[in-house]
């Protein structure tokens, strides 16, 4: 019999992959290559601009040569040197005499390079250097779905040149190419070139340098200016930590600074949710990145609690998932459609069960870490919005735990963190029917009641007064406490479920009220809530370390006891260090130290298999059969939240060094 021919591309259209790809970013701009420095070699390539990709090929040539890259160095988030040979340019011995560098920096709106050739050869040479570049302007969803590539002409694209310079355009989104003394030219499918010639003078160097600037009339974000941390010295590692940390930290704190946005006309800034795909607002994602980035700044918190306020719901819209007091999911230029799974999310989209919570609980930790009084009392308005959406419309079924549902069919099916269509599912692999209420929410929805109740106290004493009537006043002080006692009891009655796998909380609540009872990492949301007991926790903290959850480089989101396990499942097996950062936040806040300890020794190993560059998630394999993790190849990276897992690590080796000075 004859063999069936092997596949060399996939059957249909994928998302494109990102682990092997160089990425230099300052948001809300982003550059995408090949090690080579190139771009077009792989579907991710391009160089975007918001939503949009503005560039999708770009090489760079030399007509005496062939270029061979030997190094690719990222000098921080915005900045990456490739290293090669021009060997057809040089002399016949054994050592190369003749260089190429491509220094890239890449800007909120801006990508810069300059290209230096170095000899040493004791004559003269002359080299020419060929820039190519094909303007692309494609959305950023149809990337994401690979639907690019087919080689269509884009009809509104429009090129012009001019002596050293060259501009393209196609509705709202433009660049315009600057290279200096080269000859630069257009062609009738709109591709550009810009061709140097250079003298390399006998052991010296020539430069030649190019630019793109970047514009998009249709953005919703905008670059923030300065630094983060403003003070570095917040960060420092104390003595006797894990040499890791240091290391993790330096790259997490320059990522965090290039994923900073704004939104136009206002200087409130929030960290961006990961590149590619979440170059913008989510509101779950910036306020989690920035209440573990709390150790060391809460100026940042302060202002992603404000740029969140602005946008809270006022309205009951269907369309949008919007109720009033309710935080929004994402913030996007235009729809968002996901083809394969039905999904189309209108461009402010509000269907997340967990912000308005979370909005809550941040308001309180950073009022506690130092938010100015003032700023606290200006957002009581907001607060007041998110608490009566807590209690009026985050129970869609009046069964009084917080749950969510799509209402429209073309929304998210999964409201929570694991938002993916396929992660709250039964022990056995069975989907789970909503309404779903989902564990993590009760921790959030119980802490942030308490919480609020305390900023109310202290912000508005008249709230507690025996003026205010706890009984037509839902947001009386005494009310909300007393709501939140009665979740808990609730909670410990309707959630804990027994399993060859042991007791603990369920996953969620499904339709019938009946415990999802699979074993999965949302039980480490609950940590430190106040939702459990310390025995609890601690049995909890345990579990999460134990063999089927722990995979050695961080907490797997679902057990490998449950049918639905697989290492590369987005949500059914995977580590997500954002998610293992939250089970450390909850277990130092809830005194489990030790433990604590031991789940930040895996995520320090994960980051130094990643090259202190966390993705999004990678494999949920375990660290006993491979030294390094195994990469998920479509996550994204940076990413907010991972990135600000190593500030969690630094206040637990900080809790284990108590010796440490007062920054």
């Known amino acids: 019999m004859t063999p069936s021919p092997k596949r060399t591309t996939p059957p249909q259209p994928v998302q494109p992959l990102l682990s092997d790809s160089v990425i230099a970013l300052r948001a809300p701009t982003q550059v995408w290559s090949g090690r080579d420095g190139d771009l077009g070699g792989a579907p991710i390539d391009g160089v975007y601009h918001g939503d949009v990709r503005h560039v999708r090929e770009l090489t760079l040539e030399c007509a005496e040569s062939a270029v061979e890259y030997i190094s ?6 915005s900045h990456v040197v490739f290293g090669g040979l021009l060997r057809g340019a040089d002399d016949v011995e054994p050592d190369p005499k003749v260089r190429l560098i491509r220094d890239r920096r890449v800007a909120d709106g801006s990508l810069a390079e300059t290209c230096t050739v170095r000899s040493h050869l004791p004559e003269a040479i002359r080299v020419t250097l060929r820039l190519r570049l094909r ?16 080689g269509r002409l884009d009809p509104g694209l429009t090129v012009s040149v001019t002596p050293g310079s060259a501009t393209a355009r196609s509705g709202s989104s433009s660049f315009t190419l600057t290279a200096a003394g080269a000859t630069v030219t257009a062609s009738a499918y709109g591709e550009i070139e810009a061709i140097w010639p250079l003298d390399v003078p006998a052991r010296g ?20 200016r300065g630094t983060w941390p403003a003070d570095v010295d917040t960060a420092r590692v104390p ?33 961006a949710a990961g590149a590619p795909w979440f170059f913008t607002l989510f509101g779950r994602d910036a306020l989690w990145a920035a209440r573990l980035a709390l150790p060391l700044d809460s100026r940042i918190a302060a202002s992603t609690l404000r740029v969140l306020a602005r946008l809270q719901g006022t309205a009951d819209d269907v369309a949008t998932a919007q109720e009033p007091g309710k935080i929004l999911h994402e913030l996007r230029a235009t729809p968002l459609e996901i083809p394969r799974e039905g999904v189309v999310l209108p461009p402010l989209y509000y269907g997340s069960v967990d912000s308005t919570p979370l909005w809550v609980c941040l308001l309180a930790e950073a009022w506690r870490a130092g938010m100015p009084d003032d700023e606290v009392a200006a957002l009581l308005p907001a607060l007041r919005g998110a608490l009566t959406w807590l209690l009026v419309h985050g129970d869609s079924d009046g069964d009084g735990f917080l749950d969510y549902v799509d209402r429209t069919g073309r929304g998210l099916a999964n409201q929570g963190w694991k938002d993916s269509g396929d992660s709250i599912q039964w022990r056995d692999g069975t989907l789970a029917e909503g309404p779903i209420a989902l564990c993590e929410v009760q921790g959030y929805a119980y802490e942030a009641a308490l919480a609020g109740a305390d900023l109310l106290d202290a912000f508005d004493p008249a709230s507690g007064t025996a003026a205010s009537d706890t009984k037509s006043d839902p947001l009386h002080p005494a009310a909300l406490r007393a709501w939140a006692a009665d979740l808990r009891a609730r909670f410990a009655e309707a959630y804990w479920v027994e399993t060859p796998e042991g007791r603990y909380p369920a996953v969620a609540l499904d339709r019938h009220k009946r415990p999802v009872d699979t074993l999965t990492s949302n039980i480490g949301h609950l940590l430190g809530t106040g939702i459990l007991d310390a025995t609890e926790e601690q049995h909890v903290a345990e579990l999460l370390l134990g063999p089927t959850m722990s995979s050695g ?66 494999s949920g394999d375990p660290a006993t059969g491979a030294g390094v993790p195994a990469p998920y190849p479509a996550a994204c990276r940076p990413q907010a939240w991972s990135a600000a897992a190593a500030i969690t690590c630094l206040a637990a080796a900080r809790s284990e060094h108590p010796a440490f000075p007062e920054s």
């Open 72 to 77: 690719v160095a990222p000098e921080g988030a």
């Open 135 to 150: 303007p692309d302007f494609v959305p950023l969803q149809v990337v994401r779905a690979g639907l690019t590539d087919s």
């Open 205 to 224: 160097e020539t430069t030649a340098a190019w630019s793109l600037a970047l514009h998009d009339d249709a953005l919703v974000v905008r670059g923030a």
């Open 239 to 271: 003595d006797g930590a894990d040499p890791r940390l240091a290391r993790w930290l330096d790259t997490a704190l320059d990522d965090l600074d290039a994923l900073r946005l704004t939104l136009p006309g206002h200087q409130d800034e929030f960290f």
């Open 553 to 618: 480089f961080g907490i797997r989101t679902m057990s490998t006891g449950a049918a639905g396990y697989w290492p590369l499942s987005y949500h059914g097996g995977s580590v997500w260090t954002h998610d293992t950062a939250i089970a450390v936040h909850g277990m130092h806040r809830a005194g489990l130290t030790e433990q604590a300890g031991r789940t930040v020794e895996g995520l320090l190993a994960a980051a130094e298999g990643f090259a202190y560059r966390v993705p999004e998630l990678h």
